[in-house]
Nanobody, 126 residues
Framework: QVSVMESGGGSVQSGGSLRLSCAAS????????LAWFRQVPGREREGLAA???????FYEDSAKGRFTISQDESKNTLFLQMDGLKPEDTAMYYC????????????????????WGRGTRVTVSS
């Protein structure tokens, strides 16, 4: 069974850093795509960054230059290093996993992901 669970959210001041973690399981037997998303109440979910089983990484514009996605050697933990945080980064952050596929162009739309975590909240104060 494929599952993911996020941790590492919290409150920081503008300009600060946080590292989110996502414990993932049940995905490494096939090609996969692990991704980070965020959502603010009343707004659409936004794809941030993704990494696939080949180690290729993908970033949406909102994450480029400030956020870094990575996975540990076991490929069971996904990270999102967030630097230079801004108040507009305040959101609930989610990780998700897609199996039997790489991170194609549809990943940022959140399509075909098998499992989603419950989210971890990030609050950035000015």
């Amino acid at each position: 069974q494929v599952s993911v669970m996020e941790s590492g959210g919290g409150s920081v001041q503008s300009g600060g850093s946080l590292r989110l973690s996502c414990a993932a399981s049940g995905h490494t037997y096939s090609n996969y795509c692990l991704a980070w998303f965020r959502q603010v109440p009343g707004r659409e979910r936004e794809g941030l960054a993704a990494v696939d089983s080949d180690g290729d990484t993908f970033y949406e514009d909102s994450a480029k230059g400030r956020f870094t996605i990575s996975q540990d050697e076991s490929k069971n933990t996904l990270f999102l290093q967030m630097d230079g945080l801004k108040p507009e980064d305040t959101a609930m952050y989610y990780c998700a996993v897609r199996i039997h596929d790489y991170c194609t162009t549809t990943w940022s739309q959140g399509l075909y992901f098998r499992a989603w975590g419950r989210g971890t909240r990030v609050t950035v104060s000015s």
